[in-house]
């Protein structure tokens, strides 16, 4: 009877089971970094009513979790410090959930898409800066990709201790950021990436924000469309298609190859190989539309003192898969049982014997199942060389072979991770409200064709952002889109250009920052290697704006040893536009952030600047400095009305401040750009 009873208060709830689990949100582990001089949330789940008790260091609160066994607790603001624990009890679970080494420091939220995304490993120097990235204090969060169809309470990830072996896959652009703001600072540092390559803007937004808004009402149709009955038929088409097509490339993955018989006899004439350059995709480098199976090839003359040792064959990394071959020796093979495959450098011992005096041939069969193909490390990596110290550069021209043209993967209709809201859902909102200082954001390519609504959606997106965080109006910071494409004789419209323009406006919202990169870009590849600089410039705008950092006269950017002599504040910022005169025939410019002073980089004159009469017809203008203004004038515009300074996708503008950033392109005129439905 007794047993029957207690089973029937049970069903009733009026006895709490022993063990009920307590879960803190899964944004709580080991190692993790927790926002200095702020209060503190803690939250996660329990049995309904269960009273709970969150200690860390001296503050003690409890609280009861609600009907529906949520709680939130906000501890008192604390100072940075190491080596704490939280704990956090339940009065009906037996066992507390304990996390050590627990920091707290500075946090930040580093998202955005591809070039957030991209990797240490493949950055400028990325295994050498791997290799020396051991920061105790410098902590890491990884979130994960999802694409749901609601909003998500919690993410899959653990906080991670920067360490040679973590840091290769986390954001480049994060980690220079993180890294630069503790070598200032001297306080724990925490990271949490969140970003997808490919994405747009709105896929960050909360649907809410973008429903209550006409201008986004095709957005929010195509949202619609993506999540409704009939597209999820023509996924399930999709899926079957993407299987059979997964199924031929995994059929290549599973043997080597077979080389031709000539191939590897160094003076074959080879019919249908053609030559391309190596250090790049075979997209740009040879104008490949395809992913499929291509063999790479050259021949190489190695001195005899070389042919009698073990070497090492460096080819930078392969985009995707590789088998290797030297002289008809397969020396080496990475496959998908390699974690992040495709941005792996390849390092291959080739044994003694194997090479011979004279002319070697190499040989890269490379397996490409998405996205840009081939032998894309960079030059300096690509090497043949021995333990001694002697080397052989394997860079420039190879040539190639196509084995299987399969087209272009199949994409999933619509990409679910381009819809609107689903990253916002997923990958934003289980974030939040954990306690941090701000954001960076490297995002803009994939609303580059809707410049004109980027006005006003990727604002709308930060203050949305910082509405649903709760911490007012905290720090968002974010790179302007550097150089890409073919860089052009004479002033032209793109949309790239509008899109720079678009960041540059959203400089309007308040405690806000846009690093200029207009100078490090890469016209052949959307995503430059020089990552370090761009973390850097980032942290110019914390370091001056957040924390008031000091630095000497001449700083360019690099940390001096002695900081009591730090008495000047950061120029955090190159060159912005300010106003135009029209004096006659020439138009004066003038500048914001100027710094110490107005200067031309490189030798000759200034470049960049363009000027149009009331025709709206761009011409080039000459340009010089003058009391750190610029004046501009074309001989052919007597009278000049607007002026245009980087406006292209991969400009030549050489317009710095004295500590070494550059300008941000800039138009004087408001004339309807190319992206503008109302043109």
């Known amino acids: 009877m007794k047993l029957r009873s207690f089973a029937w208060l049970l069903v009733l709830g009026l006895v709490v089971p022993l063990q009920a689990e307590i879960k803190p949100a899964s944004m709580f582990s080991d190692h993790m970094v927790l926002q200095r001089n702020l209060p503190i949330p803690i939250w996660g789940t329990a049995a309904p009513g269960e009273t709970v008790t969150v200690t860390l260091g001296a503050d003690k609160q409890a609280l009861k979790a609600g009907p529906d066994g949520k709680w939130m607790v906000r501890l008192a603001p604390q100072p940075a410090t190491i080596n704490l624990t939280l704990t956090i009890e339940g009065s009906a679970t037996a066992t507390p959930v304990v996390f050590?080494?627990?920091?707290?420091?500075?946090?930040?939220?580093?998202?955005?898409?591809?070039?957030?995304?991209f990797p240490v490993a493949r950055a400028l120097n990325g295994l050498k800066e791997a290799s020396e990235a051991n920061y105790p204090q410098l902590r890491l969060f990884q979130v994960d990709h999802v694409t749901p169809s609601a909003p998500q309470t919690s993410v899959a990830g653990q906080w991670r201790v920067c360490n040679p072996a973590t840091i290769k896959t986390f954001s480049a652009v994060g980690y220079f950021f993180g890294r630069e703001l503790q070598s200032y600072l001297n306080v724990p540092v925490g990271l949490i990436h969140t970003s997808w390559g490919g994405t747009p803007a709105e896929a960050w937004t909360r649907l809410g924000v973008l429903q209550a808004d006409p201008d986004y009402a095709e957005i929010v149709k195509r949202r619609a469309q993506v999540f409704s009955p009939e597209y999820a038929a023509k996924q399930e088409e999709f899926k079957k298609i993407s299987e059979n097509w997964t199924k031929q490339i995994d059929q290549l993955l599973t043997a080597p190859g077979k080389p031709g018989v000539d191939w590897f006899k160094s003076d074959a004439v080879l019919k249908d190989w053609q030559p391309i350059e190596a250090s790049g995709t075979w997209e740009v480098k040879a104008n490949l539309k395809m992913d499929g199976v291509v063999w790479y090839r050259k021949v190489v003359e190695v001195p005899a003192e070389m042919a009698s040792q073990e070497?090492?064959?460096?080819?930078?990394?392969?985009?995707?898969?590789?088998?290797?071959?030297?002289?008809?020796?397969?020396?080496?093979?990475?496959?998908?049982?390699?974690?992040?495959?495709?941005?792996?450098?390849?390092?291959?011992?080739?044994?003694?014997?194997?090479?011979?005096?004279?002319?070697?041939?190499?040989?890269?069969?490379?397996?490409?199942?998405?996205?840009?193909?081939?032998?894309?490390?960079?030059?300096?990596?690509?090497?043949?060389?021995?333990?001694?110290?002697?080397?052989?550069?394997?860079?420039?021209?190879?040539?190639?072979?196509?084995?299987?043209?399969?087209?272009?993967?199949?994409?999933?209709?619509?990409?679910?991770?381009?819809?609107?809201?689903?990253?916002?859902?997923?990958?934003?909102?289980?974030?939040?409200?954990?306690?941090?200082?701000?954001?960076?954001w490297y995002q803009g390519e994939s609303n580059a064709s809707r410049a004109w609504q980027y006005r006003k959606l990727f604002p709308d997106m930060i203050r949305n952002w910082r509405q649903d965080w709760g911490q007012g109006d905290f720090p968002f910071y974010f790179v302007q889109l550097a150089n890409f494409r073919k860089r052009l004789a004479e002033p032209a419209e793109s949309d790239w250009p509008e899109l720079r323009e678009a960041q540059l406006k959203t400089l309007s919202l308040p405690n806000t920052g846009m690093a200029v990169t207009i100078d490090i870009g890469d016209g052949d590849d959307i995503h430059p290697i020089n990552k370090q600089d761009v973390g850097k410039r980032l942290a110019l705008w914390a370091l001056a704006q957040d924390y008031g950092v000091k630095v000497p006269d001449g700083f360019l950017g690099t940390l001096p040893v002695l900081k009591s002599h730090f008495q000047k504040p950061i120029v955090h910022s190159g060159p912005l536009y300010k106003s135009m005169k029209v004096e006659g025939a020439t138009v004066r410019l003038a500048f914001t952030h100027v710094g110490g002073g107005l200067k031309i980089k490189g030798n000759g004159p200034l470049k960049g600047f363009a000027v149009a009469g009331a025709d709206k017809k761009f011409v080039w203008a000459e340009a010089r400095l003058s009391d750190n203004t610029v004046v501009v004038r074309n001989v052919n515009v007597p009278n000049p009305v607007a002026v245009r300074y980087n406006w292209a996708d991969n400009p030549e503008g050489n317009l710095y401040n004295a500590e070494g950033l550059p300008a941000s392109p800039f138009r004087t005129d408001d004339w309807p750009g190319i992206t503008d439905s109302k043109r």
């Open 100 to 117: 050590k080494d627990v920091l707290i420091g500075e946090v930040w939220v580093c998202s955005g898409q591809s070039n957030m995304e």
């Open 311 to 440: 070497t090492t064959l460096s080819l930078g990394a392969v985009d995707d898969l590789d088998f290797t071959w030297v002289n008809g020796t397969l020396v080496g093979h990475t496959g998908k049982d390699t974690p992040s495959f495709w941005m792996v450098s390849r390092f291959y011992k080739v044994p003694a014997g194997t090479l011979k005096p004279g002319p070697n041939v190499i040989m890269v069969r490379v397996i490409d199942h998405g996205g840009g193909g081939g032998l894309v490390g960079l030059p300096g990596e690509m090497t043949l060389s021995t333990a001694s110290g002697a080397s052989i550069s394997l860079a420039g021209t190879w040539q190639y072979w196509i084995e299987k043209n399969l087209g272009l993967r199949p994409e999933m209709l619509g990409k679910l991770q381009n819809t609107a809201s689903v990253l916002y859902d997923g990958m934003i909102a289980p974030i939040i409200p954990y306690g941090i200082r701000g954001a960076i």
